[in-house]
């Protein structure tokens, strides 16, 4: 059996919160050089990208000197390079820290703020900001929330400890609790368990439900209703599968306010538009520490506008 090679580490520091891109060669290929396979590989990063990366110096290898234009191509050679930062309009509004120590840091996360650099959201995202903000590059996401979804995310200080803390919510061994502000009807019985198969497909906006064996279990209760035929829910999900609230919300009739996928996908948001935010948050988490064997409760001190205000909610 083939070891599999060590990962060196990292030649260029991040730049604004956000780690270089890393990549290793395949061990075999048609290529004669590293930036012939860059080419073929970023093809749809744009004509002269990969060009100009090399032009300026920018793709290094793990000496952190910069990789000739012209280098041979070397069967699993690593190499990073920083791509240009896309412009992003700043999400404003404060990440909240509800707690901090050597190992983990518990963040409350603002609407509209993704967890985690992807796509056109990157210095934007609540781990490059923490990161900056806290001066800890080594900072990351033991899991994830929607960006259109607010409250608690747990993220790790050591690297080495990160599988440790994700294991948490593989394994199922981190309480979630939910709160969602949706229209009330009488007629719902509550509190329930739902059960259904979820599929999200890639580059498909929404997810949905087929027949077959249930993937995706929430427990749905009603805590209070009142305001202008609007409930406010509790919900417990005991498995994470993408959208899985908003779908089984939706499902069950009762839609969560501010959706823009379900039960209607609706034309995409204009960069900047910060009105009427999804009514969904991450209220509480609760996990015994696999470091420190420390038992933890956590929860959000944030409020759901269209059940405290439902007229400013809804008139921003």
Do not use: C
Request: no cysteine.
């Amino acid at each position: 059996m083939t070891r599999s090679r060590r990962i060196p580490p990292s030649p260029l520091p991040q730049r604004e919160g956000v780690d270089p891109v890393r990549v290793r060669l395949p061990v075999e290929g048609p290529w004669a050089t590293v930036r012939a396979h860059l080419t073929e590989r970023l093809s749809g990063a744009g004509a002269g990208v990969v060009d100009g990366l090399f032009d300026a110096g920018r793709v290094v290898g793990a000496d952190g000197r910069a990789v000739a234009p012209d280098a041979a191509f070397v069967p699993g050679m690593f190499v990073w390079f920083h791509r240009d930062l896309p412009a992003e309009v700043p999400v404003p509004f404060p990440i909240e820290v509800v707690h901090r120590d050597e190992h983990i840091v518990v963040a409350d996360k603002p609407h509209f703020l993704a967890t985690i650099p992807r796509g056109s959201h990157v210095t934007e995202t609540a781990l490059a900001r923490l990161r900056r903000e806290l001066d800890i590059p080594t900072l990351g996401a033991a899991h994830r929330l929607d960006r259109l979804t607010a409250g608690l995310v747990l993220f790790t200080v050591r690297p080495e400890e990160r599988g440790a803390y994700q294991s948490l919510f593989g394994d199922r061994l981190v309480r979630k609790e939910y709160e969602a502000v949706a229209p009330y009807d009488p007629g719902l019985v509550l509190p329930r368990t739902v059960r259904s198969r979820i599929v999200k497909e890639r580059g498909v906006l929404a997810a949905y439900e087929v027949e077959g064996e249930p993937n995706a279990v929430s427990r749905v209760e009603l805590a209070e209703h009142g305001g202008p035929g609007l409930g406010r829910y509790r919900l417990t999900p005991t498995t994470g599968q993408t959208h899985q609230l908003r779908v089984h919300m939706n499902a069950l009739g009762v839609p969560i306010l501010g959706d823009p996928l379900y039960p209607v996908v609706t034309g995409p948001v204009p960069a900047g538009d910060f009105r009427r935010p999804l009514q969904l948050l991450a209220r509480s988490l609760e996990f015994t520490d696999p470091v420190t064997g420390v038992a933890h409760l956590f929860r959000s001190a944030r409020t759901l506008r269209a059940w405290s205000s439902y007229d400013e909610w809804a008139g921003q």
